[in-house]
């Protein structure tokens, strides 16, 4: 079944799936009982359809960014929170096999002290965005922009392998390219841990190929995790591994992200997005 106000992604929608069943609204929606729930709702009003569907109680997935600005995470913290082992809110790159075959050793060695410095760098083109393309998105207020939308990628993965004792140290932005965005294209977050360690996340949203990766410096060397989409992007970039932890959350397990990282997740995202300073003409 589908709820979608957007005409043209619900026709889109449609087309993909022709069995699909429309529904008028997320009420009529949860009324049938549904397993679980995927929810895309644009972010001003994701808290108040995450309401409905936490009251419900189906296990629910939240399309990344859950919240964009500190209003909506403070909206979603509430009725969230209650209810974080039925949610579950990640960038995909969390289950992409090559980060989570070197996450769990790179997270021992920072628990031990070998780990001084991280980056995560996120390369994402974002033109399609200039064409008018969900322009929620690209809107700084409602969706986040580049920043917040692609940032989440890198700050995710991160939280991911030193956990949710952060926050943001300094954010700078620029557009370089897509002139016609309401945000920017490109974009640097400076982060720190409560244990002294040190992150960055370069956000480049010109590039001509989709690739991520996380670099962990220690006195010896650079470690570096390479994510890729390959030949299978749905495995590769983690989609599918996101889909098999959803489905194992409709099978009774609960959220394999704790709240508490995504919401740090967020949190910095957001604090990066009132930080950035305002862009300069030509750039």
């Not at 106000?5 to 619900?10: A, I, M, Q, S, T």
């Not at 965005?181 to 002294?196: F, I, N, P």
């Not at 370069?202 to 410096?217: D, I, K, N, P, R």
């Not at 889909?243 to 409709?250: E, G, N, P, W």
Request: hydrophobic share 45%; net charge negative.
């Amino acid at each position: 079944m589908v709820w979608e106000e957007d005409r043209e992604r619900l026709d889109r929608f449609v087309a993909e799936h022709p069995g699909v069943r429309v529904v008028g609204g997320p009420g009529e929606l949860l009324d049938t009982r549904p397993d679980g729930v995927v929810l895309t709702v644009p972010t001003p009003g994701l808290a108040a359809v995450l309401g409905q569907v936490v009251q419900a109680g189906p296990p629910c997935f939240v399309n990344k960014p859950a919240a964009a600005t500190r209003a909506q995470l403070d909206a979603l913290d509430a009725v969230a929170a209650p209810a974080a082992g039925r949610i579950l809110s990640t960038s995909v790159l969390r289950f992409a096999p090559a980060f989570a075959e070197a996450a769990d050793g790179l997270a021992e060695r920072a628990a031990r002290g070998e780990v001084h410095a991280v980056r995560a760098t996120v390369r994402h083109d974002v033109g399609l965005w200039a064409t008018g393309y969900n322009p929620w998105q690209d809107d700084p207020a409602e969706g986040g922009g580049t920043l917040v939308t692609m940032g989440i990628h890198g700050v995710e993965l991160l939280v991911a392998l030193l956990g949710p004792d952060v926050r943001l140290a300094g954010a700078a932005r620029a557009t370089r390219a897509h002139h016609g965005l309401r945000s920017e294209d490109t974009g640097v977050l400076a982060l720190r841990w409560d244990s002294g360690i040190t992150g960055t996340v370069e956000v480049l949203g010109v590039s001509e190929v989709e690739s991520y990766t996380v670099a962990a410096h220690t006195a010896r060397s650079t470690e570096t995790i390479a994510i890729e989409g390959g030949a299978d992007t749905l495995d590769g970039l983690g989609y599918r591994g996101t889909i098999d932890a959803f489905l194992a959350m409709v099978g009774g397990a609960p959220s394999p992200v704790p709240w508490e990282q995504t919401r740090a997740i967020l949190a910095v995202l957001a604090a990066a997005r009132e930080a950035a300073p305002p862009l300069q003409p030509g750039g």
